[in-house]
């Protein structure tokens, strides 16, 4: 890859073989990612994600499969968000939860929620089961600019947000929450969380990752709305 307006290097990208695809049935995948030998700089992972990429673990990735274009990158512009009645009453309902960021995450707390999570909502995908050694790879392995944002209720742990701290926004890379608290509505208060965040902070965009039309897991991220959506290499907005 050659994009001296973005980054004034040269980087290797590397291309998987074609596998099962882990959204879309009788699809086949495929993903480009940067040469692990390269170190994720804030700086590289911001101009990448600008680009479509994204991180996981230590790996920025894009999905570049031959027959399909589904999976399509999206941002939130935070200063246009206003909750509606919905995330209002979703906000209220946890107005009793405390946050603390972290710049690591220690101990064994985070990986039995993590584990928890993993068994109880994607027990059929292909993180499933969880391990501590997954838990290092995908979770603790992090880049410059990396934050855990841990979300207790009377000091235990109920959620965390992997979250990192880009040029122009936050990057929502992962959030795993305490399943059994589905009243709550983690994963949306999670995200209205990084929101306020980003605006504290003075960032543009919360980062949401792929959107995938008509994919159940991926439906979430269209309610939060005006969303950008990156459409053959622009940033378009959708109200």
């Known amino acids: ?22 959204y879309k049935e009788d699809e086949t995948a495929a993903t480009v990612f ?3 030998e390269l170190s994720i700089t804030q700086h590289l992972n911001s101009r990448l994600t600008e680009l479509g990429y994204r991180r996981s673990g230590a790996h920025l990735y894009r999905p570049d499969c031959e027959h399909c274009r589904a999976c399509i ?11 509606g009645k919905r995330f209002q009453r979703i906000w209220n309902r946890n107005k009793d939860v405390r946050v603390e960021e ?7 707390e985070a990986y039995f929620l993590y584990q928890e999570y993993i068994e109880k909502r994607h027990s059929d ?39 990192d701290v880009l040029d122009s926004g936050l990057s929502a890379v992962y959030t795993f929450f305490d399943p059994e608290l589905e009243k709550r509505s983690l994963g949306n208060f999670v995200i209205l969380w990084q929101i306020e965040r980003a605006r504290s902070l ?14 159940t897991k991926m439906e979430y991220k269209s309610t939060f709305r005006p ?6 290499g622009k940033w378009v907005l959708v109200k």
Not at 8 to 20: G, S, V
Request: hydrophobic fraction near 35%; charged fraction near 25%.
């Open 125 to 163: 995908g292909d993180m499933y089961p969880a391990t501590p050694e997954q838990f290092d790879a995908f979770i603790r392995s992090n880049a410059e600019g990396a934050q855990y944002y841990c979300f207790t209720i009377e000091e235990k742990l109920i959620a965390v947000g992997v979250s």
């Open 102 to 108: 972290r710049s690591e995450l220690s101990g064994d």
């Open 34 to 36: 940067v040469d692990p």
């Open 227 to 232: 969303l950008e959506m990156l459409i053959k």
């Open 73 to 83: 990158s999206c941002r939130l512009p935070v200063a246009q968000f206003r909750r």
């Open 202 to 215: 003075g960032l543009d965009y919360l980062y949401l990752g792929y959107w995938i039309k008509d994919c």
């Open 1 to 22: 890859m050659n994009s001296k307006s973005k980054i004034n290097e040269t980087i290797k990208l590397f291309r998987t073989a074609a596998h099962p695809c882990s």
